[in-house]
């Protein structure tokens, strides 16, 4: 079965970094596309980025572009994504999700992880 | 940028239809997907291609898309059903989620 699994959150001082991971298993992973997805506190759903499958494309929102940086080891089944700079405004749950369609036709996110919590505060 | 808007509650009586919309310009000539997510829950895919239904999902929810509205329509409504629930769409590389809606079955 499809699983997800974020790690890497915790308590972070402003202008700090941390590395989310996310270990992704039963599936091909290298077919997929992935992405981050965050939430803030009683907030609704927001999307950071997206990489294809092999790495090539990956695109960001606005406002973390230049801080953010998306990637992935198909060898290690695995999604990553290292944050610089943060701001309190990150605060937030990151959930990594899948692409479902492998053909790019349609961008839906068949399989969500259970999310890691990252807040930003001094 | 592109934009979805929600409303961001509805209340439906068990057993009756709770429709929710999802609104964005030229919305009809997109893919248009939707979410629910409960309460300290991951959320989980309802719809996709503006009327599929994952495996899994009940026959309850179906949606549509035409002109620039989305809808998400829960037939015959149950208490399980209340949650939150948000639209999604791919637009220009990037990915645009609606503001949610609330669902309350009371």
């Known amino acids: 079965q499809v699983q997800l699994v974020e790690s890497g959150g915790g308590l972070v001082k402003p202008g700090g970094s941390l590395r989310l991971s996310c270990a992704a298993s039963?599936?091909?992973?290298?077919?997929?596309?992935m992405s981050w997805i965050r939430q803030a506190p009683g907030k609704g759903l927001e999307w950071v980025s997206y990489i294809s499958n092999r790495g090539r494309t990956i695109y960001y929102t606005d406002s973390v572009k230049g801080r953010f940086t998306t990637s992935r080891d198909n060898a290690k089944n695995s999604l990553y994504l290292q944050m610089n700079s943060l701001r309190a405004e990150d605060t937030a749950v990151y959930y990594c999700?899948?692409?479902?369609?492998?053909?790019?036709?349609?961008?839906?996110?068949?399989?969500w992880g259970q999310g890691t919590l990252v807040t930003v505060s001094s | 940028s592109y934009e979805l808007t929600q409303p961001p509650s509805l209340s439906v009586s068990p057993g009756q239809t709770a429709s929710i919309t999802c609104s964005g310009h030229k919305l009809g000539d997109k893919n248009a997907c939707w979410y629910q997510q409960k309460p300290g829950q991951s959320p989980v895919l309802v719809i996709y291609e503006d009327s599929k239904r994952p495996s899994g999902i009940p026959e309850r929810f179906s949606g549509s898309n035409s002109g620039n509205t989305a809808t998400l329509t829960i037939s015959g409504t149950q208490a399980m059903d209340e949650a939150d629930y948000y639209c999604q769409v791919w637009d220009s590389s990037t990915v645009v989620f609606g503001g949610g809606t609330k669902l309350t079955v009371l």
């Open positions: 999700a899948r692409v479902g369609d492998t053909a790019i036709v349609t961008f839906e996110y068949d399989y």
């Open positions: 039963g599936f091909t992973y290298s077919d997929y596309y």
